[in-house]
């Protein structure tokens, strides 16, 4: 991932921690709103929860993508898994060669002794 993607990456993940706390304030407004002494006002609860239920909404809308646009790039790009496995079955397949060709030496032994 070049530094200008992770950059913007970055920004995305900066815009949606914001909005992250106005949702959290949205739900002390509305608990604030709740203990009213005088009785909470329905129409600025049902303002809050609107906004805070579209807030939640595009905050899983923008973490989606990010997931997805990080998906894109290489996954797992510092892993060498693949690349120690693969370099284990060549191991393995050395080890066998080898016990075949020492299996081969002793019949040839045997053969000569033999003779």
Do not use: W
Not at 84 to 89: D, P, S
């Amino acid at each position: 991932m070049d530094s200008q993607t992770q950059n913007t990456s970055l920004q995305r993940l900066q815009n949606v921690d914001k909005r992250i706390v106005k949702v959290l304030e949205l739900a002390g407004s509305v608990m604030d709103e709740l203990a009213n002494p005088t009785g909470p006002r329905r129409e600025s609860i049902n303002n809050h929860v609107r906004e805070f239920m579209q807030l939640i909404k595009d905050i899983q809308m923008a973490l989606r993508d990010e997931i997805k646009s990080a998906c894109d790039y290489r996954p797992f790009e510092k892993c060498d898994y693949s690349s120690r496995i693969a370099n284990e079955i060549c191991c393995k397949k050395l080890e066998y060669v080898m016990s075949q060709l020492d299996g081969m030496k002793e019949t040839i032994d045997d053969y000569r002794n033999a003779v």
